[in-house]
């Protein structure tokens, strides 16, 4: 079952639709979640009695509206709504447990995804198992290429695995992007590097990393690109020209809530196209 977060914002419209669209593809339901939070105004001082049927009827408005988008969208697939009270965070993290997909859009009206990196990347990536996407609201030609972000480590290989997936279900290629830059003692003049044995290593690691999921996905097209960049502005010029970027989230134990490195945090942030942001075990 793919999650969907809505509050009635543009950038929720794009994510009832990205979802619905995937639905379609995984041959899986679709619910539509919204969050009813009455925190912003829990104010002692200031009690407004009719304040949570005035907050229910809102939600169950947006969702209404919801369901008739996601349905003109894709009429065969089965779609459920859930409104529920709590912060965003806590109902997308209830509702991902058993979640194939989590989508929100990237700002919201002070509901899912009031602030993008304060209420889904750290606190519903970095608690769920599942992936999560995140919508921006702009429309987009499709390109029919998905983007990964790889690096040496096995922690990349799950967000590796589902951009294969991806790929496979669009018929798109698939760009795998490994940027590496000098640490910063290779700049000392006594220290010798042979950039083209550098160059060889990187290319070997993209290859040992696709080499074993290509084998599943034949008929995937993947290009394998190796830059001498920073990740992230490697990954966000690519994004330029996909229709999802994928990366890997590489947090530890019980910090969690930091489960985003540097690089998914910049993605985030500077991304042209929806982003997959999938927890490492």
């Known amino acids: 079952m793919i999650i969907v977060g809505a509050d009635g914002s543009e950038n929720s419209r794009a994510a009832l639709e990205w979802a619905a669209d995937d639905a379609y593809r995984m041959r899986v339901p679709l619910r539509i979640v919204h969050a009813m939070d009455r925190s912003p105004y829990q104010i002692r001082k200031y009690p407004i009695d009719a304040l949570p049927d005035a907050l229910r009827r809102e939600g169950q408005r947006i969702l209404r509206e919801a369901e008739v988008l996601v349905c003109a969208r894709q009429l065969t697939i089965e779609v459920t709504t859930e409104d529920l009270e709590g912060t965003p965070a806590e109902v997308l993290r209830e509702q991902a447990k058993d979640a194939t997909e989590v989508v929100v859009g990237s700002r919201g009206l002070g509901g899912f995804t009031g602030a993008l990196l304060g209420s889904v990347s750290m606190h519903v990536a970095g608690h769920v198992p ?58 000392a003049p006594e220290i010798s590097y042979d950039m083209d044995e550098i160059r060889t290593a990187q290319h070997q690691v993209v290859r040992d990393r696709v080499k074993i999921l290509s084998a599943g996905h034949p008929e995937v097209k993947v290009v394998e690109d190796v830059q001498s960049a920073h990740p992230v502005e490697a990954l966000t010029d690519a994004s330029e020209r996909a229709d999802l970027l994928v990366v890997g989230s590489h947090g530890r134990g019980a910090l969690g809530s930091m489960l985003l490195g540097s690089v998914s945090r910049g993605v985030l942030h500077h991304a042209h196209c929806p982003v997959a942001v999938v927890r490492a075990s």
Do not use: I, K, T
Request: some cysteine; glycine content about 6%; overall charge negative.
């Open 130 to 187: 599942c992936p999560v996407v995140v919508v921006r609201g702009e429309r987009r030609p499709v390109c029919q290429e998905v983007v990964v972000g790889v690096d040496d480590s096995p922690a990349c290989e799950p967000a590796l695995a589902y951009a294969f997936e991806q790929a496979n279900l669009r018929g798109s290629a698939l760009r795998v992007v490994h940027a590496w830059q000098l640490p910063v003692h290779a700049f």
